[in-house]
């Protein structure tokens, strides 16, 4: 069964950014030919209805796929976050999917992460 479309927007050539994923969407992420999730979304930041990042793992890790959870404010993203992406992105496969709420934190991380 093939999933609902991923709302995915690139940012950079191998790199994506989309709004929060669930467990469902990983198998969907590996046939598009991700090789890598990275997941900045805290836990339940807004309720219990939120998938959580050890359900999105299990379903990344059972497509085949690398994952990471690094979780960072929507408001603030540290130096130090910015620097474990960039950490993340040295050592992650390419093409790499980031998400959280909507895709703007992660963006947003991505860009601090180039300037490390």
């Known amino acids: 069964m093939i999933g ?8 950079a050539e191998d790199i ?7 467990p469902a969407d990983m ?7 991700f090789r890598a999730v990275v997941n900045n979304r805290p836990d339940f930041e807004h309720g219990p209805d939120q998938p959580a990042n050890a359900d999105i793992e299990a ?4 497509a085949g ?12 993203q540290s130096p130090e976050e910015a ?19 909507s895709g703007a ?8 992460s180039l300037q490390i």
């Open 65 to 76: 796929l690398e994952y990471r959870f690094l979780p960072v404010s929507g408001a603030y």
């Open 16 to 22: 994506f950014a989309a709004p929060q994923l669930g």
């Open 83 to 101: 620097a474990a992406l960039a950490q993340l992105l040295v050592e992650l496969p390419r093409p790499l999917l980031l998400f959280c709420r």
């Open 105 to 112: 934190r992660s963006t947003r991380l991505y860009h601090l």
């Open 4 to 11: 609902r479309p991923l709302p995915l927007r690139p940012i």
């Open 59 to 62: 379903a990344a890790l059972a």
């Open 27 to 33: 198998a969907e992420a590996a046939r598009l030919g």
